[in-house]
């Protein structure tokens, strides 16, 4: 799937998707060419690269040299923790990237400012499912930016974590909040999916798009090309064969 332009409306990456039967499966945490080329023959649309402090981290120099040596029709996407719009910006004329996505406690305010930074660059909010579920009134402001983003990813989190937990949410409680943002934006489901369960989350959910780290991996940081064809082809045969993606 490729980049998709802001201007082309506010509709972005909905309109697109709308007339597109391909669920966007997202290969994050990739930290080497190999791995990278291994998630494409998987049949992944984008890759993540992760910029912040992780096991799973990668700089800046070995990501834009992985980038450089892949296909332009591939989303490389940048996931960041509570950074500056200037500092994306900056991180965006070293690496190609084609979008980031916001995995810290960003405020729904500040979301204006991280799209004229990036312009044209797709922006994906990650919010964390236990936050939710504790607070769901604390979605309304970020529906209310929807201008300035993508799309929303759902995680599971934990206190000491942000992602790549392994820790699958409570699916069932979140349904209903998951319905309600797709009234209003795309949903990618992450947090714990592997080949085994991305079947079950996709007929339950019918996301526009699905994201996994830890599920497809040997160790942290390395990936098992096996366990990424089999997320991959067990995520796209649950896909609704409804004429359009799974969801907006």
């Known amino acids: 799937?490729?980049?998709l332009r802001h201007e082309e409306g506010l509709e972005t990456w909905s309109a697109t998707l709308e007339t597109v039967i391909v669920l966007w499966i997202k290969i994050c945490?990739?930290?080497n060419l190999d791995d990278a080329r291994a998630a494409l023959d998987?049949?992944?649309?984008?890759?993540?690269f992760i910029l912040t402090a992780s096991p799973r981290q990668i700089t800046v120099r070995a990501a834009a040299d992985v980038s450089r040596q892949l296909p332009c029709t591939t989303e490389k996407i940048a996931v960041v923790v509570n950074e500056t719009p200037a500092r994306l910006k900056g991180l965006a004329e070293l690496i190609p990237l084609s979008g980031f996505q916001l995995q810290g406690d960003e405020p729904?305010?500040?979301l204006p400012e991280f799209r004229r930074a990036l312009g044209l660059r797709k922006i994906i909010k990650t919010l964390q499912v236990r936050e939710l579920l504790a607070d769901p009134a604390r979605l309304d402001a970020y529906l209310a930016q929807r201008k300035s983003y993508d799309g929303i990813l759902l995680d599971s989190g934990s206190a000491v974590a942000r992602g790549g937990t392994g820790q699958?949410?409570?699916w069932r409680a979140m349904l209903p909040i998951v319905e309600r943002i797709k009234e209003v934006a795309p949903v990618v489901i992450a947090g714990g999916?592997?080949?085994e369960n991305i079947a079950e989350a996709v007929r339950l959910f019918d996301p526009c798009g699905v994201d996994v780290v830890s599920g497809v991996e040997r160790h942290p940081g390395k990936k098992d090309a096996a366990k990424m064809?089999?997320?991959?082809a067990a995520a796209r045969g649950?896909?609704?064969?409804t004429g359009k993606p799974g969801s907006p």
């Open 1 to 3: 799937m490729h980049l």
């Open 168 to 170: 699958v949410f409570d």
């Open 42 to 48: 998987a049949g992944a649309n984008a890759l993540g």
């Open 238 to 241: 649950a896909q609704p064969k």
């Open 229 to 232: 064809r089999a997320f991959v």
């Open 108 to 110: 729904a305010e500040q």
């Open 29 to 31: 945490a990739t930290t």
């Open 193 to 195: 999916l592997n080949p």
